[in-house]
């Protein structure tokens, strides 16, 4: 079943993945303009809700696009990325931001919405 919210979703997709560059970009801009680093780069294990190839390609792409992130690895089983964030105060909330992503992008891909929570890890595949 088609959720109602599903094509405003779809329609504002862009402008959320434009506003995330833009920010991340003045974000890294900042950092490299002033004197000093503010960059704490990590590997962050990131547990996802992605089950088709499309859903990874796309989460895996908007983060690549934003400057300061890079997705290194996919594995399907479980549902896991591997990010590289030039800006990772703590992992958990590093986590937060990108399933806050994954949320927008499993409410594009999805027309009944995406599921309501990400599986703890004993509840994943």
Known sequence: MIHP???????????????????????????????????TPAFV??????????EFTLLANL????????????????ATLWVHGLYVEDRASFQQDIHAMEDRVLGVTRPSGPPESVPAEGERN
């Open 5 to 39: 919210m599903w094509a405003p979703r779809v329609l504002w997709f862009p402008f959320y993945a434009g506003a995330e560059i833009v920010k991340t970009s003045l974000q890294v801009m900042w950092d490299i303009l002033t004197p000093g680093s503010s960059a």
């Open 45 to 54: 294990e990131v547990p996802v809700r992605c089950r088709t190839d499309f």
């Open 63 to 78: 983060i690549s696009l934003t400057p300061g992130t890079v997705t290194v690895a996919v594995r399907r089983d479980p």
